[in-house]
């Protein structure tokens, strides 16, 4: 049996700012888990490439308002800065 991975755990050394904007990241970055997990079976962000963020910020919040396709590369940013790439996305 194998544990679900804890996007809350795996955040916590790079999440600051107010207690609405954590949430709001661990929210997003949940959702984009779910959604590359279930186009290419990456459960962890430790299997993830560059690719696969930016397929879901092309993909998934193209048609969001400036607003929340902005809040969605804050977090994407946040993800490549937890895995330590040099991973840049442009909205």
Do not use: C
């Amino acid at each position: 049996m194998s544990k679900v991975f804890d996007m809350e755990l795996f955040l916590a050394a790079v999440l600051t700012g107010s207690y609405a904007t954590r949430q709001r990241h661990l929210r997003q970055a949940k959702l984009i888990q779910a959604e590359i997990a279930k186009r290419w079976q990456r459960e962890t962000p430790w299997t993830w490439q560059r690719k696969h963020l930016a397929w879901y910020l092309k993909h998934h919040i193209n048609q969001r308002s400036e607003a929340t396709r902005y809040y969605y590369v804050l977090t994407a940013r946040l993800l490549a800065r937890r895995l330590e790439t040099s991973w840049v996305f442009n909205i």
